[in-house]
C-alpha cells in the first residue's frame, strides 16, 4: 500500500507532495496531470523491475517527453521519485521461501538524470542517487493522518523494529550504491554508480539476503493499470496468452477459465467463477450463468453469458457495460490480485445505477485501516475520474484535486505551468494562505461535486 508519493521533473509535476489513502479519488479537468499522475506511478513500477531504457519505452510518451519543461522551454535534467509504503509482513520469493519482516513501514527515492559522457556525445539516461529507509514510529505521520488507522490495524500491519535508529536497507555512497542486509552493517553489496542504467531495486530477485528489499520491490511491482476497452474484451483470448488481467481486458476469457481451473473442487466445479457469476447477477440482472469454451483446434479461450430467458451471447455481442463490469470482477476475484489498482474512469460505459455499485465494490474490496480488521490482505484503488457518480460518493478525505497552475520564476520573470493536488478539505475560514497550495477547501470540493461532469470533463 501506497501511504505517500512524491514526483518532481517528471512530465507536469514540480516538487509535488501527496499523501495517499486506501481508496482515493483523482478528478479534475482535461490535461491537468491525472493521466500524468498515473504515468508517474506506472514508472516508478517499471523502475523496480526493468532497466531505463526498457522502462521509458513502456509508459505513454516520447522519452524526451517524460522530463519537465522549464520556464525557459528547455527541459529539466533530472526526475525524482520517493514513496512510503506499507508493506504485508510476510513475502514469498519465486523460490517458495518465506521471510518475516521486521519492519513494514519504508521509504524509497530514486533520482534519474539526462548525462551526456563525452563532448558532443548523445544524451543517456543514469540512476543518479537511490536510498531505502525504514520509517521509525516516532516520525511516521501516517500514524496521525486523517482518517487515523486503527490502534488494532496499526498493531497487526505496521511493524516497527526495535531501537533507536536503523540504518538503511539501499543507500548512495560517493561512487557506488550499498544495499545492507537487513538493514544491519553487516555484509553490505557494493553496486557501482557510474554508469547505472538500473535501480538497485531491480536486481534484488529473491529475498533471502535482502527481504526488505525485495518486498519493497514487489509492492511497487505490484501496481495494475486498468484501463477496460470493451473492443480489446469481446475477443476470444489465445490459449497462451498473459493469464493476469491486461490493462485494456482483451485477455478476459483466458483469465477466467484460469481461475476456474485453479479454484475448482469436486463440491465447486467451477470453482470462483460461480462467485464471479453470482456478482455479475447482483449488478446486471438477468445473467445466469458464464461459461468459458476452449477451442482447441483454434488455440482459444471464447467467452459466453447466459440468460435467465435461456438466451445465450458471446463477448462479441455483450454490452459495453457488462464486459467492464465483468472484467473488475474477474480482476477482483483473482487470488493473484496484486495490492494496488490504478482504475482509469471506471465510469466508462457504465449505466449510473450500476456504476455507484461498481464503486461500492471497490470501496468493499480496498483496506479499511481505520477498521479492526487484522486477516485481510492489503489492496488499495486509485481511481481517474470525470464522474459526478464517483465524486458524489467520494469522502472528504479521499478526494484529489488536480488542477494546472502558473509559476514565475521572479530572477527571469517567464512563467512556467504544473500541475498542483489538493486534497484534506478544510473549510473557507481555517484555511491559511499557504494551505490553498496543498490543501482543498469546502467551498471548492462542493463546486467539484456539484458540477462534476463540466469541472472534470
Known amino acids: 500500500m501506497l501511504t505517500r508519493i512524491e514526483i518532481d521533473g517528471f512530465k507536469s509535476f514540480s516538487n509535488l507532495k501527496l499523501d495517499l489513502q486506501p481508496f482515493t479519488v483523482i478528478a479534475g479537468p482535461n490535461a491537468s496531470g491525472k493521466s500524468n499522475f498515473f504515468d508517474a506511478l506506472r514508472f516508478l513500477s517499471q523502475l523496480v523491475s526493468t532497466d531505463l531504457a526498457e522502462a521509458l519505452r513502456r509508459v505513454r510518451g516520447d522519452p524526451s517527453e517524460l ?262 470482477l474477474t480482476f477482483l476475484n483473482d487470488h493473484r490480485r496484486k495490492s494496488v489498482l490504478l482504475f482509469e474512469e471506471p465510469e466508462n460505459g457504465i449505466h449510473e445505477e450500476r456504476l455507484m455499485q461498481l464503486v461500492q465494490l471497490l470501496r468493499e474490496a480496498t483496506t479499511d485501516v481505520t477498521s479492526d480488521g487484522t486477516e485481510e490482505r492489503l489492496f488499495q484503488t486509485i481511481v481517474n475520474t470525470h464522474s459526478p457518480i464517483v465524486l458524489a460518493n467520494t469522502e472528504d478525505w479521499e478526494l484529489v484535486l488536480v488542477d494546472v497552475v502558473s509559476v514565475i520564476d521572479p530572477s527571469t520573470g517567464r512563467v512556467s505551468r504544473r500541475s498542483r493536488m489538493q486534497t484534506g478539505i478544510k473549510d473557507q475560514a481555517e484555511m491559511q494562505l499557504s494551505d490553498r497550495e496543498t490543501t482543498l477547501s469546502r467551498m471548492e470540493a462542493d463546486r467539484v461535486l456539484r458540477r462534476g461532469s463540466e469541472h472534470a470533463a
Open 67 to 328: 522530463f519537465r519543461r522549464e520556464a525557459d522551454g528547455t527541459s529539466a535534467a533530472f526526475m525524482r521519485f520517493a514513496v512510503e509504503v506499507l508493506l504485508e509482513p510476510e513475502i514469498v520469493d519465486a523460490f517458495g521461501e518465506r521471510r518475516l519482516l521486521k519492519h513494514t513501514r519504508l521509504r524509497y527515492e530514486v533520482e534519474i538524470e539526462k548525462r551526456t559522457e563525452a563532448p558532443g556525445g548523445v544524451e543517456r539516461l543514469f540512476v543518479r542517487r537511490e536510498g531505502a529507509w525504514p520509517i521509525m514510529r516516532k516520525d511516521d505521520e501516517w500514524l496521525t493522518g486523517d482518517p487515523r488507522p486503527s490502534k488494532t490495524f496499526v498493531k497487526a500491519h505496521a511493524l516497527y523494529s526495535s531501537g533507536g535508529g536503523r540504518s538503511p536497507f539501499l543507500e548512495t555512497l560517493g561512487d557506488k550504491f550499498q544495499a545492507n542486509q537487513d538493514g544491519t552493517q553487516g555484509r553490505p553489496r557494493p553496486f557501482s554508480k557510474e554508469r547505472a542504467t538500473a535501480t538497485v531495486l531491480s536486481r534484488i530477485t529473491v529475498g533471502s539476503e535482502f527481504p526488505h528489499l525485495f518486498a519493497l520491490r514487489r509492492e511497487l511491482e505490484s501496481l495494475t493499470f486498468l484501463q477496460l476497452e470493451a473492443a480489446a474484451e469481446r475477443e476470444p483470448s489465445d490459449a497462451l496468452d498473459a493469464d493476469e488481467l491486461k490493462p485494456d481486458g482483451s485477455n478476459l476469457a483466458r483469465v477466467l477459465a484460469r481461475i476456474e481451473s485453479e479454484t475448482r473442487t469436486a463440491e465447486r466445479p467451477h470453482g470462483d467463477l460461480s462467485d464471479i457469476r453470482n456478482q455479475l447477477g447482483l449488478l446486471i440482472p438477468g445473467v445466469r450463468d458464464i461459461t468459458i469454451e476452449q477451442d482447441t483446434f483454434a488455440g482459444r479461450y471464447r467467452l459466453f453469458v447466459s440468460m435467465r430467458d435461456q438466451a445465450t451471447f458471446s463477448s462479441r455481442v455483450l454490452s459495453d457495460g457488462t464486459l467492464r463490469v465483468l472484467a473488475l
